[in-house]
């Protein structure tokens, strides 16, 4: 029993930023992205009677330790939706730095999911196939949907209402992200243990909460539209809003680098210059400009001036998850 499944990694215009329950990742507030095609994972799993543990090859290489565990623990649940009690071989190859702030966790956790259910004969619809994926990495639920999903946070204590649902395809709007690549190393304060030193810490987080569903609004509205500025304003503003939520933790954080601040006064002068260009950034030191397709080449030629950058990885609005 084998099925191979591939998953593009999202960007978070609305962040995810805090969960109300870490045993089943539920989160505080709802949140909404893009799924990209420049980056993703393609996933192997195969259930056999003949294996006696659990095996996870990542990039060609045996992987043990927490991210193992990972990996076993969501298996587990979805033998236990099987009813099934085989063990599994995993096989993962990843075109996304991981744990570096470029949501490798997404499209891993959103491939072995779609492989791993595929491969013991379940039929999940994308809602259910979102539920069960939300609860081996948060964003990785959103990675079900091509173009612009939205995670929506629910209510329900067992977890039955938070799922990812799409806003628009991909086909909507070609918006482009410039991926900035300016650290692939792991970061020091991993986005779990981040966002639970934030929630429980930092006297910035309600604001944070607070300010969600206006943003939700805006951001709607503008995908709808195709209004680039309205997305662009409010995107940028979500995400120094969730960073500064990090500078009010005990202790204090950041996932910034010296250039990523650079890089991000590199798009404001851009702006200034005429030139419509916004950034992101999630839990790491890296920055997504988002732009327009007329803009790619001036945008570009500017990112790969900055001293300290590594690499510019461009990509369009990418698919939902695919069985190969």
């Keep these: 029993m084998k099925a191979t499944a591939k998953a593009h990694t999202n960007i978070a215009l609305i962040k995810y930023w805090g969960k109300r329950n870490e045993g089943i990742i539920l989160p505080t507030n709802s949140s909404l992205s893009l ?8 996933t192997s799993v195969q ?19 927490e991210q193992f565990k990972r990996v076993s623990s969501f298996l587990d649940l979805i ?3 099987a009813g099934k009690s085989l063990y599994a071989a995993v096989e993962s190859t990843n075109e996304v730095p991981t744990a570096a702030g470029f949501a490798s966790s997404a499209s891993g956790f959103a491939a072995l999911a779609a492989a791993g259910t595929k491969a013991l004969g379940l039929d999940l619809s994308d809602k259910e196939l979102s539920a069960l994926t939300r609860q081996g990495s948060g964003s990785a639920c959103r990675s079900i949907y091509g173009g612009f999903a939205e995670w929506q946070m629910g209510t329900e204590e067992n977890g039955t209402d938070s799922y990812a ?36 810490t930092s006297p910035f987080y309600q604001g944070w909460l607070d300010s969600i569903p206006a943003d939700m609004k805006q951001i709607k509205e503008g995908i709808n539209e195709r209004d680039f500025e309205k997305v662009g304003e409010v995107a940028e503003a979500n995400c120094l809003k969730m960073h500064a939520t990090t500078l009010g933790a005990n202790p204090p954080f950041t996932y910034w680098h010296d250039t990523t601040m650079t890089v991000m006064q590199a798009v404001r002068d851009l702006r200034e210059k005429g030139v419509p260009a916004y950034f992101t950034i999630d839990a790491g030191p890296n920055v997504k400009v988002l ?13 790969r001036t900055i001293p300290g950058v590594a690499d510019i990885r461009l990509s369009r609005p990418g698919q939902g998850v695919t069985y190969l």
């Design 35 to 42: 799924t990209l095609d420049g980056f993703y994972t393609t």
């Design 47 to 65: 259930f056999s009677e003949e294996y006696t543990n659990d095996q996870f090859m990542l990039n060609d290489k045996p992987v043990a330790d």
């Design 79 to 81: 033998r236990q939706k």
């Design 165 to 200: 649902v799409p806003i628009a395809p991909a086909e909507h709007w070609d918006l482009r992200v410039a991926a900035v690549v300016l650290s692939s190393t792991m970061k020091k304060v991993s986005s779990r243990a981040g966002m639970k030193r934030t929630v429980e």
């Design 291 to 303: 732009y327009l397709p007329e803009n790619e080449e001036v945008i570009e030629k500017t990112l």
